[in-house]
């Protein structure tokens, strides 16, 4: 792979099937204001989560290889669909160009272990990231015993993805998709897609106050500042770094409905052909 020399002034690329992953770039804004970043929202075939397994690895493989060739040193799969139906391609690509990959299940699965009082853990995700058995395997290798409960939410990105408001019909999907949690009394729930933060208040609400909700950002974010110390390519010069966007589909679309979640302004988005 002809990809630039890595060094710490290299962005951090990071992409979604749409602009869930924008709840992790705006925590990695937050936490690691200092590096720069580049995010590639699929858009044009959202949704990874209703793709079959062959089609997920093959859309990793490709949007990996294009941020890589781009120039970076550190890929984040910052789509649960992806991640868990193409890490593995994604992690191969990336070290024949010597860069390390964060994913978000493995830092969501050893938060949502520390944090469970009763040991019962809920993930909510699409279809796709429940049938790979990503979280299963993720959680089985923590160091405690623990009881998991999946529940497919086929309809739920889509309908975040199309935007605000929502009405009361959305707040039914949602309790329906809960219920099953509720009645397997998790204290602990995550939230297996980027999508999902952004109805967090409605989430809590429909299942109580007690219950912990992991989210991706928050984890990632810690991990990719680990990795990148441990490998000597932070940035050090304190300055507020750069974020750039690219999309698949609309420019205008991807910027209307980003903005709302990334919370801050997209500026220029790039439109890129991927066949």
């Known amino acids: 792979m002809a990809a630039p020399e890595i060094t710490p002034e290299l962005p951090i690329a990071m992409f979604d099937s749409g602009v869930g992953g924008l709840t992790v770039l705006h925590e990695c804004l937050v936490s690691l204001p ?9 858009d044009a075939r959202f949704p990874y989560g209703a793709r079959t397994a062959e089609d997920l690895r093959k859309h990793v493989a490709q949007v990996s290889r ?3 060739e781009r120039g970076a040193k550190l890929l984040v799969i910052a789509c649960n669909s992806a991640a868990s ?3 593995d391609v994604a992690r191969h690509i990336a ?3 010597g860069i390390e990959v964060v994913a978000v299940i493995e830092p969501e699965a050893e938060i949502a272990a520390a944090l469970t009082d009763n040991g019962s853990v809920g993930v909510l995700a699409t279809p ?3 049938r790979s058995g990503a979280y299963l395997r ?3 290798a923590q160091q405690r015993a623990l009881t998991v409960t999946e529940v497919e939410a086929p309809d739920l990105a889509a309908v975040i993805q199309r935007g605000f408001p929502f009405s009361d019909s959305v707040v039914d999907m949602v309790r329906s998709y809960c219920e099953p949690l509720k009645r397997a009394e998790v204290d602990t729930v995550i939230l297996g897609c980027t999508h999902y933060p952004l109805v967090r208040p409605m989430l809590q609400r429909v299942l109580g106050r007690e219950v912990r909700l992991v989210t991706a950002g928050h984890a990632i974010a810690a991990t990719a500042e680990r990795q990148l110390d441990t490998a000597g390519l932070s940035k050090t010069d304190n300055e507020e770094g750069t974020y750039r966007f690219l999309c698949t589909g609309d420019p205008e679309s991807f910027r209307e409905l980003g903005t709302r979640f990334l919370q801050m302004p997209l500026g220029e988005i790039e439109r890129v052909d991927l066949p």
């Open 138 to 140: 993720a959680l089985s």
């Open 66 to 68: 294009y941020l890589l």
């Open 85 to 87: 139906g193409g890490q």
């Open 128 to 130: 796709a990231t429940v």
């Open 34 to 42: 200092e590096e720069d970043y580049v995010y590639l929202g699929d």
């Open 95 to 97: 070290a024949e160009a």
